[in-house]
């Protein structure tokens, strides 16, 4: 007689937790046949693509329209009655499934919220019966390396009531010789970072994700702060750290215009392509995030031609972690790197899918946060089980951005003398 498959899901259990703002979202903890589990809570964003997997919400008064009765019972009914019997090994069969009971482009039926918390709750039980880690299952016997860190130090944007224009100003540690020793570089940047604004009276509190909240009178004043700060740590800006800025431009404006309301004008695409041009030229920038519009292809091109030789352009709000989107970006050149974000996507088959599609273009692959974060530290071994050389979790402050930058230092102490980390290498060319 055969045996009993102990990795065939048994239940799906979805509750109401809270994240970093206080708000509702979804925990999914998936039970197997042998016993195992796995939990995961899905995060929420608040500069979202257009095109992104949708949050399923109650609306209403209660909560301010944030609840999530309907993605839970979503989960607890449709969806846990679909994956029942199915084997949480096979992930592609799982999210497949998922895909085809929501029916929708965009997750809208079911809940991007809920269908992100079960993929992964499926991969987290799948993970516990194998006896590993995430990471170790994730990564199927391929070589990984630790992810170099993306570091907020100012928030600004939507996660600081538009405080900045610029949604994230972060450093790259890529000087560093592991992943341990970045984060004490980042640590050092970040408290330094504090002083200089403390001192100038430019200190207004913490934003979202842990990062200062600043009151600077211009966007470039803060580059000139974040260069200070690298100096004040005692490190070489460009050489031991770099800067990287999401503009998260997709907030800023349409049709090609884009507003700096911080300073009172309106540029358009080429203006608005000079500006970054110039800001490469005077400062260390490694990285620029969404420098224009999820919609504005023709600004994207014009900027990738001139610059994506000397800087890595992020698609966050553009690619929307899309294979399909990643691939046509690839085909026009209109950047050379990839945000992944599973509740982006609404499932972990469809973010791998993303990631992917992005390592076959020699895009560099970024595994991220949202700004509505939880304790959960599953991206963590996303990034380093998929290898995909960076992680940006936000700042180095608050609990649950913290959990995730510990728990690389816990996978980087586990993989001892195998353990390699990425910096600079895992940069666009």
Not at 280 to 287: E, M, T, V
């Amino acid at each position: 007689m055969g045996g009993v498959n102990k990795t065939l899901i048994a239940s799906v259990h979805a509750r109401r937790v809270w994240d970093s703002r206080g708000r509702p979202t979804v925990e999914a903890e998936v039970t197997l046949d042998g016993g195992a589990t796995g939990r995961a809570i899905a995060p929420a964003g608040a500069s979202r693509g257009a095109r992104e997997a949708v949050d399923l919400r109650d609306g209403g008064e209660r909560f301010g329209g944030f609840g999530v009765d309907r993605a839970l019972a979503s989960a607890n009914g449709e969806i846990a009655d679909a994956l029942g019997g199915l084997d949480a090994c096979n992930q592609f069969a799982v999210d497949t499934t998922i895909i085809h009971l929501d029916g929708s482009p965009n997750k809208a039926r079911l809940g991007g919220n809920a269908t992100a918390a079960v993929s992964l709750a499926v991969a987290q039980a799948a993970a516990a019966a194998s006896g590993r880690p995430l990471w170790q299952y994730l990564a199927a016997g391929q070589a990984v390396s630790l992810p170099m860190p993306e570091i907020q130090i100012f928030g600004g944007g939507a996660h600081a009531r538009r405080a900045l224009d610029l949604q994230d100003l972060m450093v790259m540690p890529i000087g560093a010789a592991s992943f341990s020793d970045a984060i004490v570089m980042v640590a050092e940047i970040y408290r330094a970072a504090g002083s200089l604004m403390a001192d100038a009276g430019k200190l207004a509190g913490v934003a979202d994700e842990g990062g200062y909240w600043p009151a600077f009178a211009t966007n470039e004043e803060a580059l000139v702060t974040l260069v200070q700060a690298i100096e004040r740590a005692g490190y070489r800006p460009g050489h031991d750290a770099a800067l990287s800025i999401d503009v998260a431009a997709t907030e800023l404006g349409r049709d090609g215009r884009y507003t700096l309301a911080l300073e009172g004008r309106t540029l358009d695409r080429e203006a608005l392509t000079q500006l970054l041009l110039g800001w490469l030229d005077r400062y260390p920038i490694a990285s620029i995030e969404d420098p224009f519009g999820e919609d504005d292809r023709e600004g994207w091109t014009m900027f990738a031609s001139a610059a994506a030789h000397r800087v890595q352009i992020v698609g966050d709000d553009y690619l929307t972690t899309n294979a399909p989107r990643v691939a046509d970006a690839a085909a026009d050149g209109s950047c050379n790197a990839v945000l992944i974000k599973v509740n982006q996507a609404g499932t972990l088959t469809e973010a791998k899918a993303a990631l992917d599609a992005g390592k076959r273009a020699g895009f560099a692959t970024i595994v991220s946060a949202r700004s509505g974060e939880t304790e959960d530290v599953a991206i963590a071994h996303l990034a380093v089980g998929w290898n995909a050389g960076q992680l940006k979790v936000g700042s180095f402050a608050r609990g649950e951005r913290m959990a995730k930058w510990n728990e690389v230092l816990r996978i980087e102490e586990a993989l001892g003398g195998a353990a390699h980390y990425a910096g600079a290498s895992a940069l666009p060319g």
